[in-house]
């Protein structure tokens, strides 16, 4: 059964930097496609960024691109998420996500494993 860990997370002020990180164990973690989704309070879970198994090909939603990176290691089975410049409506729980079955890659309903979240705060 395929498992993902989040760690990461925490408080930082607006302009600050933070990176999270996501192992994922018990499958074959180069042949998945791998994102990173939020949910603030009160709002659906939105899709941040994802990336193909190779890690070549990489996708932002416009509210992150150019402050925020995704990378993978796949000798570590890890996924990562450089955030920079991060801002007060960044808040929110990350989640990574592994196993894309197809459709849309923002439609957290298309992904088939989930870890179980890190939270980020930042203040103004």
């Known amino acids: 059964q395929v498992q993902l860990v989040e760690s990461g997370g925490g408080s930082v002020q607006a302009g600050g930097s933070l990176r999270l990180s996501c192992v994922v164990s018990?499958?074959?973690?180069?042949?998945?496609?791998t994102g990173w989704f939020r949910q603030a309070p009160g709002k659906e879970r939105e899709g941040v960024a994802s990336m193909n198994p190779s890690g070549g090909i990489t996708y932002y939603a416009d509210s992150v691109k150019g402050r925020f990176t995704i990378s993978r290691d796949n000798a570590k089975n890890t996924l990562y998420l450089q955030m920079n410049s991060l801002r007060p409506e960044d808040t929110a729980i990350y989640y990574c996500?592994?196993?894309?079955?197809?459709?849309?890659?923002?439609?957290?309903?298309?992904?088939?494993?989930w870890g179980q979240g890190t939270q980020v705060t930042v203040s103004s």
């Open positions: 018990g499958g074959t973690f180069s042949s998945h496609s």
């Open positions: 996500a592994a196993g894309w079955n197809g459709g849309s890659r923002w439609n957290m309903n298309n992904w088939n494993y």
